[in-house]
């Protein structure tokens, strides 16, 4: 047990008996700012400080902001679009697999959906090959929620984040001619094998007219569980009911044509799409958005969605809704795909910027949408 | 002679070192969660039920407090006392301002706040996107604020226990007290960290 200083070397003022003698406290005071900085380092290490090369929800973020520019108060992503309401009411024929209460018969959940297209413009031109876009919170019993975030894709053109990444900035449109650098898409494809296949997928998917008869995908697996505990991977879809029309390209007009025609859709009756829940087999991939299952995979037709109001987005409406696909109701829990935790941290990121930001009227207005033509 | 008065009550230990345990896990659980695309979704399922339970021990170890007194900080001068004091209330105040602020965050972001799947939370404060903005960043900048607290304080008793060598650290510690040094007595002047 150390001791007062037997006299050899001065004394620095030790108390309650303690030896403090000046070479021990130098020693001490090293063995204290080592500690202090392990400590500090460690927590600058874990927040991503001192690796300013990987990629962070942040840094993910910020090259949206790189590709399309920073618009205050919208989203990074899809950020154009428009606030829809409505309710689900499931068949019950997905209890069958998964205990969630959606899925329960007799129910009636009320839903807030937003309809999307993909890209950081929140004024782009309606394109009839634009990503569609439809986010989906069920407000469930109990507090419980679910939120989705789907597109009108087969399946999804990425297999990791770090590929969405660098997919982003390959199709970054010069100013010059209004479309991306042919040579820089080339080489990521080049070096993404997994996105030129599924774009080729996607590609052999005809367009349809618009958001009321696109089918949305959630593209990620889910696993569901059921009653025994027992689980099965999924994924979703929604398919219209509308008739789905696929128009040739001279169909295609108007800065808003894809949305003003999805207000007029409603204003004539309520659109509703079936959610179909496919089951995957042993073997089919659950960690990669880019391949699609067998066809003749098992599906459940576990309920309808209906949509019977578009707003404008507003402060109570899906515009301040984040559609973090990791908000799950019990019954309905991730996979392993790696895309999942990647969008549910990037949604955040998102979320934090936008909610702080001025917010500006949103381009599509739905007062102002034109009569029929 | 009683080694009683000079330590912290049984509880008080305990909760001091369960609770340091789970809010420097919590600390830097929380700064590689939002730095994260992998580890993002796994970090949070564990960060909000963690910080929930850091709160209810805030609350029982603020009452702990306020039923045992601490022992007498023998050696130390007024103005270190006062310090110390400062800080402890600065950390008591920050253990349950810092997951509060989390809590009422979530529920202006208009989320669901499940601590596990059969136990949620109840919103404590209104939807509202600039109320979750101001909270969200408050979250953080709390959240360095503890860190920089809980390292203040760490320096301070790594420094009693290495450089000033007055044991403050046994009033905490656990295991068998061993006695303080009553008679000081020649010893070689070995510098021992044990």
């Known amino acids: 047990m150390p001791r007062r200083g037997d006299g050899h070397e001065p004394s620095v003022g030790g108390r309650s008996g303690a030896s403090v003698t000046r070479r021990s406290a130098l020693i001490g005071l090293a063995a204290v700012g080592a500690i202090a900085a392990v400590d500090v380092g460690g927590f600058l290490f874990a927040g991503g400080r001192l690796t300013p090369h990987t990629v962070t929800p942040s ?224 073997g089919d991939p659950t960690d990669d958005a880019t391949r699609p299952w067998p066809a003749d995979r098992k599906s459940l037709d576990v309920g309808t969605l209906t949509v019977d109001a578009i707003d404008t987005e507003a402060p109570d409406n899906a515009r301040d809704v984040n559609f973090d696909p990791l908000v799950l109701p019990n019954g309905i829990a991730p996979s392993d795909d790696p895309l999942l935790s990647a969008r549910s941290a990037v949604y955040a990121e998102s979320f934090n910027r936008r909610s702080g930001e001025p917010k500006s009227p949103s381009r599509v207005n739905v007062s102002e949408v034109p009569d029929e033509r | 002679m009683s080694d009683s008065p000079t330590r912290y009550a049984f509880t008080s230990r305990v909760l001091h070192w369960v609770m340091a345990i789970l809010v420097i896990a919590q600390l830097f659980l929380g700064v590689a969660m939002v730095a994260s695309l992998d580890a993002y979704h796994l970090l949070r ?65 208009g989320f669901p706040i499940a601590l596990t799947a059969q136990l949620s939370l109840p919103a404590i404060a209104p939807r509202d996107p600039d109320l979750y903005s101001v909270l969200r960043q408050s979250h953080t900048v709390l959240g360095y604020l503890l860190f920089a607290a809980f390292t203040a304080h760490l320096c301070a008793i790594l420094f009693h226990t290495f450089v000033l060598r007055d044991r403050i650290l046994g009033r905490m510690t656990m295991g068998r007290r061993h006695r303080p040094a009553q008679p000081p007595q020649r010893q070689d002047q070995e510098f021992r960290v044990s």
């Open chain 2, 45 to 109: 399922t564990v960060h909000q039920p963690l910080g929930f339970a850091i709160l209810v021990l805030a609350v029982v170890r603020i009452g702990n407090r306020v039923l045992h007194r601490p022992p007498p900080s023998a050696g130390m001068r007024p103005a270190e006392r006062m310090v110390a004091t400062g800080s402890e209330c600065l950390l008591y105040g920050l253990l349950v301002l810092q997951p509060v602020t989390g809590w009422a965050m979530l529920s202006a972001g």
């Open chain 1, 59 to 282: 840094r993910f973020v910020d090259r949206f902001e790189q590709v399309f520019g920073r618009h205050e108060g919208f989203r990074r992503n899809h950020a154009k679009g428009v606030s829809a309401t409505g309710w689900f009411t499931p068949t019950g024929a997905g209890s069958a697999v998964s205990t969630a209460s959606v899925f329960r018969a007799g129910g009636r959940h009320p839903v807030t959906g937003r309809f999307s297209l993909s890209g950081g413009l929140p004024d782009a031109v309606d394109a009839a090959d634009t990503v569609r876009g439809l986010g989906l919170v069920f407000r469930l019993p109990e507090g419980e929620q679910w939120r989705t975030a789907m597109i009108d894709s087969p399946v999804f053109p990425d297999r990791t984040p770090d590929g969405f990444r660098d997919r982003l900035l390959a199709s970054k449109k010069i100013p010059d001619t209004g479309k991306p650098e042919p040579a820089a898409m080339a080489s990521f494809l080049a070096r993404h094998p997994e996105t030129a296949a599924a774009m080729d997928i996607i590609r052999r998917q005809p367009r349809t007219s618009g958001f009321g008869d696109s089918t949305f995908h959630g593209l990620n697996a889910f696993r569901c569980a059921d009653r025994s505990g027992a689980t099965v991977p999924v994924r979703w879809k929604l398919v219209p009911e509308q008739p789905v029309r696929h128009p040739g390209a001279e169909e295609a007009s108007g800065r808003d044509y894809l949305f003003d025609a999805l207000v007029r859709d409603v204003t004539r009756g309520p659109l509703r799409w079936r959610m179909i829940l496919t089951i995957g087999e042993a």
